[in-house]
């Protein structure tokens, strides 16, 4: 019986730390896109206090490409939309992995338990 | 370029040390210690940051009508130059993030490096309050701690005796 709950106890234990190791690649990962949301408000602050006739160039690769002002405003509002949507999605699994770890701590302690009682009978 | 929000996130809540048992006082401080590294290496690279607008703004300074005609040396690579002209002293490109490089006068170049460091200072500043705030937190614990362990030899010391 004891070893049966050991080797539950061990698995439960290879669970939870690989949904630790995942918790702590979706938080990095979270993180990453706040920075990313960052830079790109502030690029559209910027953008937004240009002159109308002022020169917009993008870096693609070693040049720089001209743009419109117009068409470079759009297209940081643009990332700035689906980097939000990126973020919710990250946050909701962030909570979801939260959850799981719960419970899987909560069931580790019951194991825990059972294993002491049983050492005190014996 | 992250901002700081001194707001309490969502779902904090008091805590009375005084309840928490050493082990958990412990795995506080430790988490505080995270913290608090994690805030240093920020202000670092707020710092970095800091100084390169500072110097970028130092640079558009220097170009005053003047330089027009004058030689300067392009760098092509990190290691290889060639020599130019400067044919414009009204304008210059500025990097503004993500890729997106904007012209600007010089006037708009000086306020915009002003700017920059503005904000950069006013993060700077969040971020210290924040890491005193932790510090004292930090400190509180660490007490606490002390508290503790002096009670429970205290109390070893009675049950001997």
């Not at chain 1, 960052?38 to 206090?49: G, H, I, M, T």
């Amino acid at each position: 019986m004891a070893e049966e709950i050991q080797r539950k106890m061990q698995k439960e234990l290879e669970q939870l730390s690989g949904i630790q190791k995942e918790y702590r690649k979706a938080v990095a990962q979270k993180q990453q896109l706040d920075s990313q949301l960052n830079e790109n408000k502030a690029v559209k602050e910027e953008l937004v206090l240009l002159k109308k006739d002022a020169e917009v160039y993008k870096l693609i690769g070693p040049v720089l490409v001209k743009q419109d002002l117009e068409e470079a405003t759009q297209n940081v509002t643009k990332r700035m939309e689906y980097i939000s949507k990126e973020i919710k999605r990250a946050d909701d699994h962030i909570f979801a992995l939260e959850n799981k770890q719960e419970a899987l701590q909560e069931n580790l302690n019951k194991l825990k338990n059972d294993l002491n009682k049983l050492k005190l009978k014996a | 370029m992250a901002t700081v929000s001194s707001a309490p996130a969502p779902g904090m809540h008091q805590i009375d040390l005084s309840k928490l048992n050493l082990q958990q006082l412990a795995q506080l401080k430790q988490q505080l210690d995270q913290e608090m590294t994690v805030f240093q290496d920020s202000l670092q690279t707020l710092k970095i940051a800091q100084g390169k607008f500072m110097e970028s703004g130092e640079c558009v300074e220097k170009m005053t009508p003047d330089c027009k005609g004058k030689s300067i040396l392009v760098p092509l690579t990190g290691s290889m130059y060639i020599p130019g002209e400067i044919s414009d002293t009204d304008h210059v490109l500025i990097d503004i993030g993500t890729g997106y490089y904007a012209q600007k006068d010089i006037e708009g170049a000086k306020d915009y490096f002003q700017r920059k460091v503005t904000f950069v200072t006013e993060q700077m500043d969040k971020i210290k309050m924040l890491g005193i705030e932790k510090s004292k937190i930090h400190k509180a614990i660490c007490m606490m701690i002390e508290m503790k362990m002096q009670a429970q030899m205290q109390a070893a010391k009675q049950a001997a005796s």
